[in-house]
């Protein structure tokens, strides 16, 4: 995607594994995924090219991005606190979900994750900025790679996925916290690639097109509007639909508890 960036696209849900090369054939894996055959693949493709993580890093504490497998060795995994703190609450529900749909991981290696303080991954390669916020998941971490102009969205900028909120999102408020993550990463100067967690990777401007887009989805679905969005009429968004249908039910919830009488959607 860039000069010694590298993204994969796994069949299942379009998930994106991102590879940085570093120094001395280490490199940054950033989510790897998703199947065991998928972080087979990974590493033999690692092997033929001499690169070898040294460091890893783990956008939010969502199943499919806390995998490793043992060929991918023993590099330290990072996310950021609130997203270890969320893994290690939640462990038995990811356990759950993985089992479900992408069997048969290593589950000692599962979300083992070491949190990181502060916002430069430690690594011996391309300066790694740590953006966190708490938009889809607590401690959602994207990557910006000021030297290529490369962001890691995490599960956030997709082309296929609607925004997906953080219903439980701490303070109540997940319509505030996911804008709230939207405008950090909409404000990263420099943007000339942006990755989503699922989805294909986009230029300067699909990444501003799809920040509107995100920005424009919530506006509607928080104002009890109709959303014409095009994310949603795939053939494989009938999950998505769900989804969607769960989050005009917050924010209608959201309507007629805060808002005047003369703005209640009926
Ligand atoms: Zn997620």
Known sequence: M???VFVATARLYATTTTVVAGADGGCLVIDPAVTVADLDALASWLAGRGLRPVAAWSTHPHWDHVLWSRPLGDAVRYATPRAVTAAERNRPGLVRELEETAPGHDLTLFARLRPLPGERLPWPGPRAVVLAHDAHAPGHGAVFLPDTGVLIA??????????????????????????????????????????????????????????????????????????????LAGPAAAW???????????????????????????
């Open 2 to 4: 860039a000069p010694g």
């Open 154 to 231: 995490g599960d956030m900028c997709s082309d296929v996925e609607i925004p997906l909120l953080d219903a439980a999102a701490a303070g109540g408020d997940p319509f505030g916290g996911y804008r709230h993550g939207l405008a950090v990463l909409a404000a990263v100067p420099g943007v000339r690639v942006v990755v989503p967690g699922h989805g294909h990777v986009g230029g300067a401007a699909e990444f501003r097109r799809r920040v509107a887009a995100d920005f424009g989805y919530l506006d509607a679905v928080e104002a009890g509007l109709d959303v014409a969005d095009e994310r």
């Open 240 to 266: 998505l639909r769900a989804e969607h249908d769960r989050q005009r039910a917050l924010g209608l919830r959201e309507l007629t508890e805060s808002a005047s009488p003369a703005r209640r959607p009926e």
